[in-house]
């Protein structure tokens, strides 16, 4: 009970730092405290109403410290390693079965339960959950914080020579709990390529749709009466939909993409095919807060079941096989953690009697196996490490959307650039949009910025006439129905990820993403230690692919920008130099040169433990090669998905845990 009511006296505690922040800006901002004081007794109220599920950090509840003996061990029958997009999906699933023991590992904690910062400074314990997380337009607040790998590529030798940051969620949830959640699955063509490749249906569109509608939850939205919900999942634990804001800029961006020759999309994630345009569905829920596969398949209710345990904070250092049958067969793990200080904690050892499932993402599931011994027996004895099993595509095969921020200024007002206040009357808006959600779940804070999106095909005559453009560009589509480029409306402007630019512009961005890639990366270690980053090469526009495509949806989106009803929102006169209107009067090699230097990642790597006749896992995911090992994240995707890989990822985890429930029900 003290425990209890010390956090609250702190949370109370809140409401005098909001106000004293605020009283130092003087008399005029009085109302900024007023406003601040209900926003921290409307965070005092939640925590009130919250209830607060346990995870374990104290390790040796599941495990054993490994002595010098190294025999002694805790039993599981699954190990899950990784609790992001689909490690939760995974350890909610097998834990159904009541007969099941499934240990969850995450590095990271959890996306509801963490510090709370006002400005600069921390004020607060909260176990109700990370802000920056669960607040929509927030999702950018999370990047180079403790919630973050904060990872860099290598210099990108087509891409200026520049080293490319890459967020990555250190969270439960994964980048589920940190992206900009939009609820786009690819084109139906996709997985029907997925499925070619890996020899297997099961994976076609037909089939394995059925994932998609499985974890889905839709409402039909009256103000969005072209979804046929009859061709939408009903019942699944993920709530999907649109959110409660609507930029005006944004309507207007779908409008003049209709005008300009885009066809209007009634919705992107069905047979009917994704191209078009339309305001995105997202993973906001009627609350108007993120969903993430945290909140969605970790609910209190699952994390009671007595054979489910999740820990935090540890990180896997290595894979355990048993190799005396001549196969190597995953039989645990070992686990440890680290302080902020640096320093390592001891290290722990946990069994799996049926299997290990590596769930790390495309950055750390190719490193957890390869520090486990299992990848390219040339790198790993260049680092001292055992070689278990000579598995030369791990890590081989990474890929990603590359995307070019085009900003341009906006004439009417009504961005959300007050959303990084920098001045009184920025401060002012951001407070009352911060009551409006707070109270209401509406205003641009329940936004996720990019509102409403443009899939395209480069080779569409109509956008891109023969008499202009050269259409002998390579199609590395999946299908003809499927898309290469993608373009999102977004209702701000920043210089690059969550860095604001200088002076703070009534700007707007358009992000034009390349869908279909042609240039293939790598992964290596940088050595031994589970703790250094890995060496990340995604090998930007290195095919003539690549850059021209990119150029050719930065065209479509000025073309976008000057056609009606874009115009009342484009300010076509703007000179500042941080913008780019100046665009249209450069050549296609003036214009591929600037997209070198600025292009970025839209975070999603995949590929680096593909499925395939020359991948790592087979189509049941397992590792080639091994017993009891399987890898379950996008780094098994074969290749990209033409939109957004997050429900993918989810999907893939539902269709893996039918597998393996499937599998151990007949044996």
């Known amino acids: 009970m003290i425990h209890h009511l010390t956090r609250v006296w702190k949370l109370l505690g809140l409401l005098d730092t909001l106000h004293a922040r605020a009283g130092t800006l003087g008399p005029a901002r009085l ?29 040796t509840k599941v495990a054993r410290e490994v002595n010098h003996n190294e025999l002694e061990f805790v039993e599981w029958d699954f190990i899950i390693v990784g609790g992001g997009t689909a490690g939760c999906v995974l350890a909610s699933r097998l834990s159904e079965d009541p007969n099941v023991r499934v240990l969850l590992i995450e590095a990271g904690g959890r996306s509801r339960q963490s510090r709370v910062f006002f400005g600069d400074a921390e004020v607060l314990h909260s176990s109700q959950n990370v802000v920056y997380s669960r607040t929509p337009a927030a999702f950018s607040k999370l990047f180079h914080t403790r919630w973050d790998y904060n990872l860099y590529t290598e210099p990108q030798q087509h891409a200026g020579n520049k080293k490319k940051y890459w967020p990555r969620a250190k969270l439960l949830g994964g980048c589920s709990a940190m992206n900009a959640m939009m609820a786009q699955y690819g084109a139906p063509s996709d997985f029907d390529e997925w499925a070619r490749i890996a020899g297997d249906e099961s994976w076609s569109w037909n089939n394995f749709s059925k994932y998609i509608r499985k974890f889905e939850k839709y409402t039909p939205d009256p103000r969005f009466p072209h979804v046929d919900p009859l061709l939408r999942g009903a019942d699944g634990p993920v709530e999907i939909g649109y959110s409660t804001h609507i930029w005006p800029g944004c309507a207007a961006f779908v409008q003049a993409s209709v005008n300009a020759g885009i066809p209007f999309s009634p919705d992107f994630c069905t047979a009917k095919g994704t191209k078009g345009t339309n305001k995105a569905m997202t993973y906001i829920d009627s609350k108007s807060t993120r969903v993430s596969t945290e909140s969605a398949y970790l609910t209190n209710e699952v994390l009671a079941r007595p054979n489910l345990k999740v820990v935090t904070h540890a990180r896997v250092s290595k894979v355990l096989f048993d190799t005396s049958s001549g196969i190597p067969r995953a039989t645990g793990v070992e686990f440890a953690s680290r302080s902020r200080a640096g320093k390592v904690g001891p290290m722990f050892r946990a069994q799996a009697t049926k299997e290990v499932i590596v769930s790390g993402g495309a950055i750390h599931s190719p490193q957890i196996l390869m520090l486990s011994g299992i990848g390219p027996a040339v790198q790993l004895l260049r680092h001292n490490i055992p070689v278990v099993l000579d598995a030369p595509n791990i890590g081989a095969k990474l890929m990603d959307h590359p995307s070019f921020n085009l900003r341009l200024k906006e004439k009417t007002g009504t961005t959300f650039r007050h959303l990084t206040p920098h001045n009184l009357h920025t401060g002012l808006l951001f407070v009352r949009d911060i009551l409006r959600y707070e109270l209401w779940g509406t205003g641009p804070i329940a936004s996720n910025i990019g509102e409403s999106v443009a899939f395209l095909r480069s080779d569409d005559q109509v956008l891109f006439p023969p008499a202009e453009y050269d259409h002998d560009t390579e199609d590395a589509n999946s299908g003809p129905e499927a898309p290469d480029l993608e373009i999102i409306m977004c209702a701000t402007a920043v210089h690059s990820h969550n860095i604001p630019l200088n002076s703070h512009p009534n700007a707007y961005q358009m992000l034009v993403i390349l869908l279909r890639p042609t240039s293939k990366g790598s992964l290596l270690l940088k050595s031994a230690d ?9 090998s930007y526009l290195e095919t003539k692919h690549d850059i021209d495509v990119l150029v050719r949806g930065v065209r ?14 484009t300010d076509v006169h703007a000179s500042d130099p941080q913008l780019d209107h100046h665009f249209s009067r450069l050549s296609d090699a003036e214009l591929a040169e600037v997209v070198r230097d600025r292009v970025e990642t839209v975070y999603h790597p995949i590929g680096t433990c593909s499925m395939g006749p020359d991948g790592v896992v087979d189509s049941d995911l397992r590792v080639n090669g091994t017993q009891g090992l399987r890898v379950c994240d996008a780094s098994v995707f074969p290749k990209l998905v033409s939109g957004h890989p997050t429900g993918a990822v989810i999907a893939t985890a539902e269709k893996l845990a039918d597998v393996i429930k499937a599998h151990y029900s007949q044996s």
């Open 556 to 569: 479509a989106a000025l073309k976008i920008a000057h056609t009606a009803p874009m115009t009342s929102v």
């Open 31 to 59: 109302s900024v405290g007023a406003a601040a004081g209900v926003m921290g007794l409307t965070i005092v109220l939640r925590y009130l109403t919250a209830k607060q599920p346990k995870f374990i950090t104290d390790y």
């Open 530 to 538: 589970p703790w250094d980053d890995p060496l990340i090469d995604p």
